[in-house]
Nanobody, 123 residues
Framework: QVELVESGGGSVQAGGDLRLSCTVS????????LAWFRQAPGKEREVVAI?????????WTADSVKGRFIISQDKAKNMLYLQMNSLKSEDTAMYYC???????????????WGQGTQVTVSS
């Protein structure tokens, strides 16, 4: 199975930046759609950004983070990134990278998940 491991989370003050990384093992990132999800306590897991590698190839970000977050990839390193700028308190959540075969916003489209990395934004 595909293995994904997130890193880069931590605590940051509002307005600060973080860069999350996802190391993908056992398969090429070209063979999957890749996505970042986040989940705050008591909330449903929500999609943050998608890299449609097996579809259109488009990079997509949710309205809630548009203009602040950027999803990117390094094919040579088989890694996925999420650059998070101008962080807000509402961005506080556990962030997960995921790989799957349906490049949509639903968690059901992704078969493989990382363990998550916590992002805490304080003010």
């Amino acid at each position: 199975q595909v293995e994904l491991v997130e890193s880069g989370g931590g605590s940051v003050q509002a307005g600060g930046d973080l860069r999350l990384s996802c190391t993908v093992s056992r398969d090429s990132i070209d063979n999957h759609c890749l996505a970042w999800f986040r989940q705050a306590p008591g909330k449903e897991r929500e999609v943050v950004a998608i890299a449609n590698n097996i579809g259109s190839g488009a990079l997509w970000t949710a309205d809630s983070v548009k203009g602040r977050f950027i999803i990117s990839q390094d094919k040579a390193k088989n890694m996925l990134y999420l650059q998070m700028n101008s962080l807000k308190s509402e961005d506080t959540a556990m962030y997960y990278c995921a790989a799957g075969f349906r490049c949509g916003p639903l968690t059901s489209g992704y078969s493989y998940w990382g363990q998550g990395t916590q992002v805490t934004v304080s003010s």
